[in-house]
């Protein structure tokens, strides 16, 4: 009779544990190789940050032992492998108070860039596929953070900290660092509070997050609540500022939604945050998904000849369940507009976008508000060139940042130039303005 291969004889047993143990110690070599390079690079740069900024740390600690009477305060949180550590931060109010937390890089509680590091009562509620970020050292910046910050942290954080455990290298600790800094510039790194509606040149935006405007949507289509939702940067604020129709048109919108960075720094300027940047872009494959198992239609007007189809097929691809109703070119003439309704209403779509730009389709869809018959209604701007792959559409670490509009503008110099050149400068004039009048004198 054979001899189950399965079980070896001693010096076949012995050879497998050979091999068990080199690939154990093979492994823990690699991660501590990988390891090692970050950790370097959080040593040789937070020893040059103390040094460097000694005279700057020396004044702070002095400042915050006359006005405190100690010169730190200690949080506890928990750190790699469960650890718990004391986080240092200057004590006081006054600006630079965590820059304490150098030392902490410096003895290897924390890195540059990492995880957010959390308390001990937010440990308790993790899964265990979330406890990947107890194999890392947690981070004075993380991914969730930095996308927090600008308002595109669409995902769970534990979604952003899987991402990071992947991905990390120095360089990319680097460039994390460099666009927390820049994402602080741009929508600050306090905390301010969190209207549920911002106010801008009398148009009111609702304050909210990417998941709460799809369930939103979802449930005015199960309530059969007509609505028309519209989405609003800072360009088309600046039409508002003089185009009386199209700011009755936002002021009569179920929804108006926030879209881009200029209204993340408008809101800075207004001494409140922006919850989330829900524009159409980041919207739309998330309303496609839940459509999908939802199985709510939708019909794709606008674009040129070709792209509303091209997006479909597109969505198609990635959602295969996903009912899409029909879609039509944006190029109709007027004599059309009445068979292009009827066409719409025939596909009996539960979803309609429509995409001329703005403030074109907003009229238009207040104009035929009563003949159209899908139950929600969106103004979606360019979006169906991106999801048609027709215009690339800017890197994660350009929205990051909030350059995505820089990006388009290098695409389309000769027509956006004036939009964003002009534009947002103005825009954050009138801002400054209204915030003026605003605040009581
Ligand atoms: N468009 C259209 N019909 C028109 C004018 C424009 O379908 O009569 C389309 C155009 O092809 C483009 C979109 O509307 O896809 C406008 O994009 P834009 O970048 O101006 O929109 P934004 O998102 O900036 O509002």
């Not at 308390?119 to 993380?142: A, K, M, V």
């Not at 666009?179 to 935006?205: K, N, Q, Y």
């Not at 939802?294 to 997006?311: D, I, M, Q, T, W």
């Not at 238009?364 to 991106?386: E, I, M, N, S, T």
Request: net charge neutral; glycine share 8%.
């Amino acid at each position: 009779m054979k001899s189950d291969p399965i079980i070896p004889g001693p010096l076949a047993r012995k050879s497998n544990i050979f091999l068990i143990w080199w690939r154990i110690w093979f492994e823990n070599a690699a991660i501590l190789m990988m390891d090692m390079l970050p950790r370097t690079f959080d040593i040789v740069f937070s020893l040059f940050l103390l040094v460097f900024l000694s005279p700057i740390l020396l004044l702070r600690a002095i400042v915050a032992k006359v006005s405190t009477g100690k010169v730190f305060e200690a949080e506890l949180l928990i750190g790699r492998f469960r650890t718990p550590f004391l986080r240092l931060r200057f004590s006081g109010k006054a600006p630079g108070a965590g820059l304490a937390c150098l030392s902490n890089i410096l003895a290897g509680d924390m890195a540059f860039a990492g995880p957010r590091p959390m308390r001990e009562d937010e440990i308790l509620n993790l899964t265990p596929d979330q406890s990947i970020r107890f194999t890392l050292r947690p981070g004075l910046y993380s991914l969730y953070s930095l996308r927090r910050k600008v308002g595109i942290a669409y995902d769970s954080e534990s979604m952003s900290d899987i991402d990071f455990y992947y991905t990390e290298t120095v360089k990319g600790d680097v460039g994390l660092l460099a666009r927390s800094l820049i994402g602080d510039m741009l929508a600050g790194g306090d905390l301010r509070p969190t209207p549920p509606i911002l106010h801008f040149f009398g148009v009111d935006i609702v304050n909210t997050t990417m998941d709460e405007a799809i369930d939103w949507i979802v449930n005015r289509i199960r309530e059969n609540a007509i609505s028309f939702v519209a989405f609003v940067n800072p360009d088309c604020l600046n039409i508002a500022y003089t185009h009386e129709k199209y700011r009755q048109v936002l002021t009569k919108a179920e929804r108006v939604l926030p879209d881009g960075i200029g209204i993340n720094i408008g809101c800075r300027m207004m001494d409140v945050s922006l919850m989330a940047n829900v524009n159409g872009t980041d919207l739309f494959p998330r309303l496609c998904e839940r459509a999908e198992t939802e199985g709510l239609s939708l019909y794709l007007l606008g674009g040129k000849p070709g792209v509303a189809a091209a997006v479909s097929n597109n969505m198609r691809d990635r959602f295969p369940r996903l009912k899409l109703a029909g879609t039509r070119d944006g190029y109709f003439s007027p004599e059309e507009t009445e068979a292009v309704i009827e066409e719409i209403n025939r596909s009996n779509a539960d979803l309609l976008l429509v995409a001329f730009g703005a403030p074109k389709q907003e009229l238009w869809l207040a104009d035929h508000h009563d003949q159209l018959k899908p139950c929600v209604r969106l103004g979606v701007g360019g979006l169906f060139d991106f999801y048609s792959g027709k215009m690339p559409r800017a890197p994660l670490w350009m929205r990051e940042i909030g350059l995505e509009w820089t990006w388009r503008l290098l695409h389309e110099p000769g027509r956006l130039w004036r939009r964003y050149l002009i534009g947002n400068p103005l825009f954050l004039y009138r801002v400054w303005k209204q915030k003026r009048t605003d605040t009581p004198t």
